[in-house]
């Protein structure tokens, strides 16, 4: 089931919009692990290390869109994180785009998967069936 | 052919082999000097904010780190456009004196001392030592040495507070009180040890039959002092002065392919060092010095031409030069505080520091980037610039012996001793012709 | 020994057809491990089997929907055996229905995830509490007034929160209602007035929310009024200082039709007092001293249990669609426009132009074009119909135009309406205005305005010169709605309207738990639509807090004294305030604390950690390996 | 006392020549140097020639990078009974680990390579620090390291809670004394790095580099963490202009033994698989 691409998605909005698409039996990549965290903000930097180094192909962190984070401000700590681990990545001459954000709210599960996809097409060229 | 193998050789700095090839007959053909200590900080400083330069400067080498990071911070000084005012000068050269005292002790003390008494007892560098009573006084000068490093620099190795033009670390006047005995200390000790070391070294030199080096060397050194100044020499009996390093030295092609060493322009080999110092300085007008300049002067014109005894008796010389010197720096020290500020940013593009470290002068010189990296770091250290000098004494040498016995080879270590070479300082300047690093695999040779 | 045990539900078809259950129990089984399966968890029967099997477990994994729908359910019957730990895989949304090829793969994966995080949390990350019986309401429109009546009916405490001076919100400017065309003051007011007599209903005017923490059933916020310069408690709404104010119109006025609170209001940008000059006569002819000219803002911090969002929608701002002209061009209105008109009686008199003799009611103005409303908002048809017949009464002889995309018309009465409006002559053009012009086409039509439109039924261009336009926008969320969202935690959907927890069955009830929604925050509703979703706010409101206790999450920040430098960045970086430095080190308050994870991530040295909420890096093994 | 060392890749200032004053007593008692290049004159055949275990300690400071070396720890660790590891480059990979960054492969860690008895963590190690690794050594106390505490612990800034306006650069403003080095924009490693050094570099106006290690193996990722979540907002963008030299500033010490170089080299070895 290689590759993997790991989701962390904050359980109030990217959580629902993956939910609410659900429901709708839209269609994600195999590979596509989500793990819901309370917020994209909580989501340590070392964890990221930790899934690119366990065989992580990619890290989609999906959070509340700018503004809406349920703990005020806790996805502009994760936007402003992840750009400067993304800098880090490429210092040290890592892809730095195998770690990406996308902001969604409950719902707009279609952003969701349109990142999801786009993301897993990146990674292995296959296209979204929808 | 037959290989012989000294590996590794003993009582250096750092770790490195020697491997003489012979032939058929025994005869010496070839030699090489081989170490697996590359690290590569011209390489992996680069992209480093400039300011933490003289930090990683230090880790080149633990030996003579105080000298890596006072040259590091001269160029930094240039390269922010500071000059700092005499109280942070008289804190650096304190620094950087202490650093010197150290490095030169442990030589003496752990490196060529052993060499001065019957081979039975050379065992153990500490035994040998205490055997001499001299122990006490190396532990009571490196104490005091450690206190002072640990007072100015905060640590007694790895040590910082440099800032481009200053000093961080504030002196209370406790600490200077504190300074001025410890400084005492190191004097009073020195000063027994360079007796007891000038006489030992003055017997050995007649008992034992060393092998000379090489008379005339070209002799670069900074002058008059230390850590100021500017470089002076002598190549065929003729002195010379620059103001830029890069106007009398150039890298050339060592017979090795694709490595470089150093050469006085027109591939001249040259030496820095003890040797350099002493013979392109003035004399240093100390009246407690006088005496043993005139000893030390006169112990090198007794013996025909310069031999390793020689060599450890410049530094016997230089160490209470140093002591004296510290001293003096200290006694005329005031409690300080930093005020270093409005600095914001660098001023120039390019930074050159030059000292004269323990084993010679060494050069340190940045390029940055428009964001205050380091762009290009280009280290010349002592040994690298010795190097040549040494190969050369040492075929000289293997080739007027007519039989390598284990006599010749303990020779042939004792030659290398009085170069006295740092191996981690070397050896992060290996550089092809072409500019690139030599990666592991292909860097077996020494150079 | 105690065991594990997994719990995988069929959900009918949804996850047993799907997902191959025997092959996940086959590789999950382990010697620790019990696994049950049953085709529907979340039924009666299928309870009564989890609550069967699930005692004397360890902890329990159940694999079934996403934790929101029955996650409450399985926590309680736990609770009930005295078991403490529960982990939930919802493999019905992220395996059976959304794995392309291979659910019971990823199935699997899931669950060794939620495996490994059972394995690790300590216990119920919950405690339970007594919900205070008070109620906040956001909003005094329709939604907010109805639900507040409900609520204090029930016996709840109520504060209704309204940022404007006077309750009534949108529907105060109603005229007639859809699609009866009743009298909508005559419906409304009533509903007003025993809001007056209501007990336990607090109305905070000119006030808004700026600060929320604590929890569930027991929220503390902050409430920031503005001044009304006029003691409410005090006035009587005599109204003699309208007529005192030398101001005209007067500067304490209340400009709607009925005023609640009757307690008028001063606008200090038109008060003399306020200009620097010393007028106080409103103040001398007040019976009962209530004007209070030194008011200023003030902040009130009050407990409550939950909290309704009934903040309503506003009309799209439509000079923003620039080619029909609004705000530019006297003669072109809006729907609203023209409903004030009515309602206050201003439209028989002097604010149009006579005769009129053509109106055009240009539909979906901006709706459904990507550049300003993708979405329909359903219910302005109605209302432009309504407003045409009303129109039709009050000006016999003018033609009226509707220029419509598709006329939809709710409920079972919608037909009804625009087979009057057939009768009435009132006529229908299908078709999108592409502009509306103050050129004229030919000389008589000179000071008329031009529609230019294409009739797509019989595919003709039209040029109709009008007297007055109409533009009938669609509606967006009212201001503020995102910063307050963002305050509550709520999640706006991509038009900005909030969501509810699950459309369908749960249209009241949002993500955050004792937060409800009410009326059109949550998309655009008619006045019948708005107060029957206030009800059922209320109604869910009233069932949350008057029950004996509820359980609410019960972080557990951990905080380590040995690994922590003492750097304070954590109190800065927590939003509730919840760390603050002591003696010791840091001090966590933990009923302040929401268990985001922001300090964690925050902290250098690795000294806090959330026992129960933190992702593990064994869940990460576990679907990667 | 037979003992054995070796500098391995180093600067060499680790070397136990430059604690002798701070050695404990029991170090001098009946020691017989058997391998020890910068005070003995043995070579390397004598190892060959001892039997497994028949060194009571061999000491190790500095990185690994060749084979040569790599052969050499590992004999050493077949023969003595306890190996000590010294000093930041044998325990992390220390600043030359930052040919990592360069290169496709860099110096390692000896841990990475042997297990090590005791382990002495610095750049260089304080006395302090040595002189109890090793009494412990002595005692045959086993060194259980208890939850290691940042250098923050023994820092004596002023500390309050605060957000990073922008990152400062240290180049001469006079930070001698006062707030946290964090707080007023410098990065400083004291947070994420080990205790036991008394603070030394901070005392002395300079912000810790970082030099005992890292509190644990996530350190440089949480430094960037904090630093993230400190930053205002609105300084987001000036931020991460001003953040120059993410690799050196956030793993100096330990970039050998992050996972991320490691992540590099099995991304090429796919590629050339691939």
């Given at each position: ?54 065989g ?75 | ?81 500071r000059?700092p005012a ?16 150290r ?51 905060g ?117 820095v ?21 005139e ?14 005894w ?32 409005g ?105 | ?32 491990i ?86 690790q ?52 400017h ?12 005559c ?10 007599r209501?007990?336990r ?12 923490s ?23 709404g ?62 009130r ?119 009057r ?14 502009e ?19 009739d ?52 009241a ?117 | 006392?037979?003992?054995a ?9 680790c ?27 043995n ?6 020639h ?10 190790v ?78 005692e ?30 240290f180049w ?56 993230a ?46």
């Amino acid at each position: 089931m290689r590759p993997r691409l790991i989701g962390f998605l904050c359980e109030w909005c990217a959580a629902k919009a993956l939910e609410n698409m659900a429901h709708k039996r839209l269609r994600l990549p195999d590979g596509f692990m989500p793990l819901r965290v309370n917020c994209s903000g909580a989501v340590e930097l070392s964890l990221i290390t930790q899934a690119l180094y366990e065989g992580a192909s990619g890290v989609l962190v999906g959070g509340c869109p700018k503004g809406q984070c349920h703990y005020r401000e806790g996805n502009t700590r994760a936007a402003i994180r992840l750009r400067a681990y993304r800098r880090l990545l490429e210092a040290l001459g890592l892809p730095p785009d195998r770690i990406r954000a996308v902001w969604v709210g409950s719902g707009e599960g279609e952003r969701l998967y349109q990142a999801i996809w786009q993301f897993w097409k990146e990674l292995t060229g296959e296209a979204s069936p929808l | 052919m037959k290989k012989i193998q000294l590996k590794p050789l003993s009582r250096i700095e750092g770790e490195a082999s020697l491997e003489i090839v012979l032939d058929d007959r025994g005869r010496f053909r070839d030699l090489r000097l081989k170490s697996d200590l590359f690290r590569g900080f011209e390489r992996f400083c680069v992209g480093r904010p400039v300011e933490e330069m003289p930090f990683l400067a230090s880790r080149i080498c633990g030996i003579c780190a105080e000298a890596h990071y006072l040259a590091s911070l001269k160029a930094l000084d240039r390269i922010f456009d500071r000059t700092p005012a005499p109280e942070v000068q008289k804190i650096r050269q304190i620094f950087f004196l202490s650093g010197f005292i150290r490095d030169h002790l442990t030589v003496l003390s752990l490196f060529a001392t052993p060499d001065s008494v019957s081979p039975v007892l050379s065992q153990d560098a500490f035994r040998v030592l205490r055997d001499l009573g001299l122990w006490r006084d190396f532990l009571e000068i490196r104490k005091a040495l450690k206190e002072i490093l640990e007072i100015v620099a905060g640590r007694r190795l790895h040590g910082g507070g440099g800032l481009p033009g200053g000093w961080s670390k504030a002196l209370s006047a406790e600490e200077v009180a504190e300074l001025k005995t410890a400084s005492l200390r190191v004097h009073r000790g020195v000063r027994r040890l360079g007796e007891a070391w000038q006489r030992l070294f003055w017997e050995a030199s007649i008992s034992d039959n060393a092998p000379g080096f090489k008379k005339k060397r070209a002799l670069l050194a900074l002058s008059p002092d230390f850590v100021e100044g500017q470089l002076s020499g002598t190549l065929r009996g003729k002195n010379f002065s620059a103001e830029d390093y890069r106007e009398v030295i150039e890298e050339t092609e060592s017979r090795w392919p694709g490595l470089k060493v150093t050469t006085l322009k027109g591939k001249y080999t040259y030496l820095v060092g003890p040797w350099a110092r002493f013979s392109l300085w003035p004399s240093p007008g100390i009246p407690g010095l006088q005496v043993l300049y005139e000893k030390t002067l006169e112990c090198l014109k007794q013996s025909k031409g310069m031999t390793p005894w020689g060599m450890h008796v410049l530094r016997v010389y230089e160490l209470v030069l140093a002591a004296e010197k510290l001293r003096e720096t200290v006694a005329n020290l005031e409690e300080f505080r930093p005020s270093v500020s409005g600095i914001s940013g660098p001023v120039h593009r390019e930074g050159i520091g030059l000292v004269e470290a323990p084993r010679g002068l060494l050069i340190h010189h940045y390029e940055i980037d428009d964001r205050g990296r380091l762009a290009k770091v280009q280290i010349i250290t002592p040994t690298a610039q010795n190097y040549r000098a040494l190969i050369e004494d040492l075929e000289d040498f293997f080739k007027k012996s007519k039989k390598i016995s284990e006599e010749t080879l303990k020779q042939s270590e004792k030659i290398i001793r009085a170069y006295d070479p740092c191996i981690p300082c070397m050896l992060h300047i290996l550089v092809t012709s072409k500019g690139q690093i030599l990666k592991t695999a292909k860097m077996r040779l020494f150079v | 020994m105690k065991k594990w045990k997994i719990f995988l539900c069929e959900c009918g078809g949804n996850i047993g057809e799907v997902v191959d259950l025997p092959r996940v129990t086959r590789e999950l089984g382990e010697r620790e491990i019990e696994i049950f399966r049953h085709p529907f968890l979340c039924s009666p029967e299928g309870q009564a089997f989890f609550s069967r099997k699930a005692r004397g477990a360890k902890g329990v994994l159940v694999g079934a929907c996403a934790p929101d729908l029955h996650g409450e359910t399985f926590r309680r019957l736990l609770r009930e055996q005295g078991i403490g730990r529960l982990q939930l895989a919802p493999i019905r949304e992220e395996a059976a229905w959304t794995a392309l090829r291979n659910p019971t793969e990823k199935a699997i994966r899931l669950l060794r995830a939620g495996l490994a995080a059972l394995k690790q949390i300590q216990s119920f990350p919950t405690r339970a509490v007594k919900p205070r019986p008070t109620l906040l309401i956001i909003g005094g429109g329709a939604a907010g007034i109805t639900a507040a009546l409900k609520a204090s009916e029930v016996g709840l405490k109520v504060y209704l929160l309204e940022r404007e001076p006077f309750l009534g919100g949108k529907a105060l400017h109603l005229d007639r209602l859809y699609p009866r065309l009743e009298c909508a003051s005559c419906v409304f007011s009533p509903k007003l007035s025993s809001l007056l007599r209501a007990e336990r209903v607090e109305i905070l005017t000119r006030a808004r929310l700026v600060g929320i923490s604590g929890h569930p059933g027991d929220f503390e916020v902050e409430v920031e009024c503005q001044p009304r310069y006029v003691r409410i408690e005090e006035c009587h709404g005599c109204a003699r200082c309208l007529s005192a104010c030398p101001v005209d119109p007067p500067a304490i006025n209340w400009p709607v039709p009925h005023p609640v609170p009757r307690v008028p209001v001063i606008n200090p940008f038109r008060c003399l007092r306020f200009k620097g000059q010393s007028c106080r006569r409103c103040e001398k002819v007040c019976p009962r001293g209530a004007i209070y000219f030194e008011d200023t803002w003030s902040r009130r911090t009050l407990r409550v249990g939950g909290i309704i969002v009934a903040t309503g929608f506003r009309p799209y701002p439509v000079e923003k669609v620039h080619y029909y002209g609004y705000g530019r061009l006297p003669e072109v209105i809006t729907l609203f426009d023209l409903e004030k008109a009515f309602s206050s009686g201003t439209m028989l008199s002097e604010s149009l132009p006579k005769p009129l003799e053509r109106v055009a009611f240009v539909h979906c103005a901006g709706s459904r074009d990507r550049r300003h409303l993708p979405y329909c908002s359903e219910i302005c048809c109605g209302l432009a119909l309504k407003a045409s017949l009303r129109l039709k009464e009050l000006f016999p002889r003018a033609e009226i135009y509707h220029f419509y995309q598709d006329l939809r018309l709710k409920g079972s009465e919608g037909e009804g309406l625009y087979q009057r409006a057939r009768a009435r002559d009132i006529k229908f053009v299908r078709g999108r205005v592409a502009e509306v012009s103050e050129v004229p086409w030919s000389p008589e039509d000179e000071g008329r305005l031009l529609v230019l439109a294409e009739d797509t039924l019989i595919m003709r261009k039209i040029k109709l010169p009008v007297d007055l336009v109409v533009l009938v926008p669609g509606f967006v969320p009212e201001l503020g709605a995102r910063e307050l969202a963002a305050l509550l935690g709520l999640c706006p959907g991509e038009a900005g309207f909030f969501e509810p927890r699950e459309n369908k069955v749960d249209p009241a009830e949002t993500v955050r738990k004792g937060i409800w929604l009410a009326g059109a925050c949550s998309g655009p509703k008619d006045l019948s639509e708005t107060v029957a979703s206030a009800e059922a706010a209320a109604l869910e409101a009233a069932n949350f807090l008057s029950r004996s206790e509820i359980l609410v999450g019960y972080p557990q920040l951990e905080w380590q004294a040995s690994s922590c430098g003492k750097c304070y960045l954590c109190v800065e970086v927590c939003p509730f305030q919840a760390l603050v430095p002591a003696a010791e080190g840091l001090k966590v308050l933990p009923e302040l604390c929401q268990a985001c994870g922001l300090c964690v991530s925050a902290c250098p040295s690795g000294a806090l950690s959330l026992e129960d909420c933190g992702l593990r890096e064994s869940q990460l093994r576990a679907v990667l390996g | 006392m037979r003992l054995a060392l070796y500098n391995a890749l180093s600067c060499a200032g680790c070397d136990l020549i430059f604690f002798l004053e701070d050695l404990p007593e029991a170090f001098w008692n009946d020691l017989e140097i058997v391998f020890w290049p910068e005070v003995c004159e043995n070579r390397e055949e004598i190892l060959s020639h001892l039997p497994r275990g028949s060194l009571e300690v061999a000491f190790v400071c500095g990185a690994i990078r060749t084979k040569d070396q790599e052969r050499l720890v590992l004999s050493l660790r077949e023969r003595a009974r306890k190996l000590v590891a010294v000093g930041s480059c044998a325990l992390y990979g220390g600043i030359p680990g930052l040919l990592w960054e360069k290169e496709e492969e860099g110096p390692r860690p000896v841990t990475e390579i042997v297990s090590c008895e005791v382990a002495v963590p610095g750049c260089p190690p304080e006395p302090k620090t040595l002189k109890a690794s090793l009494e412990a050594l002595w005692e045959e106390k086993s060194l259980e390291e208890t939850s290691p505490r940042p250098v923050c612990d023994e820092c004596p800034r002023l500390r309050r809670p605060f957000r990073i306006n922008q990152l400062v650069r240290f180049w001469g403003e006079d930070f001698s004394q006062g707030d946290c080095f964090l707080s007023l924009g410098v990065i400083c490693a004291g947070p994420v790095t080990k205790s036991g050094c008394e603070a030394a570099c901070l005392k002395a106006g300079y912000p810790c580099w970082g030099c005992y290690g890292p509190l644990d193996r996530q350190a440089g990722e949480r430094l960037l963490s904090a630093l993230a979540s400190g930053v205002l907002p609105a300084k987001a963008d000036e931020f991460l202009e001003n953040l120059v030299d993410p690799v050196g500033t956030l793993f100096r010490f330990f970039l050998a033994q992050s996972p991320l170089v490691r992540l590099r080299k099995n991304l090429e070895d796919e590629k050339d698989s691939a």
